[in-house]
């Protein structure tokens, strides 16, 4: 239901792995754009930080790259450092690239509640902000892991452009979580 009543702006459930469980049409939308599909299982965390059509879209990829490593580190730390996406983030940290985007950063540990996104879609150029939600009390989400990313237009262009696009889809989520 948060899904659909986000819409038309992009939303997406991920689990503890950061694979996708769920998207609204905004998020769907969105990835269709950048000519990729997705479905459950697909990990959100590969789809921004490999090489690929949305890493490409991202104009501020460095700074998007450290805040979603950070956020993912904190969230692995829950998790323990036997956990699927501890040694993901594992692999991240000793590539190279990566190691010199984490050495470089200067902000602090913990990432800000928001990250600021800047994505090409054709020859725009839009700004989203994106929030995180867990659910449930601390122990259940430890158990169940299940967060929701959702992107809120950062300025009137893009309001003006998720808006539009919105007018022509559905509110309801493509898929549903299959637990």
Known sequence: MILARHAPWPAVAFDADHNILAANDGFTGLVDALGIGIAPGINILA??????PVRSAITNWPEVAVLFLKRARNEARLYGPRSELARRIAIYENDAEFAALLR???SERNPPPVITVQLRLGEAVTNWITTLTAFGSAQEVLTEGIFIEQYFPADDATRAIADSAGCRLLSAPRFEISR
């Open 47 to 52: 789809l921004v930080l490999e090489n690929g």
């Open 104 to 106: 470089n950063d200067e």
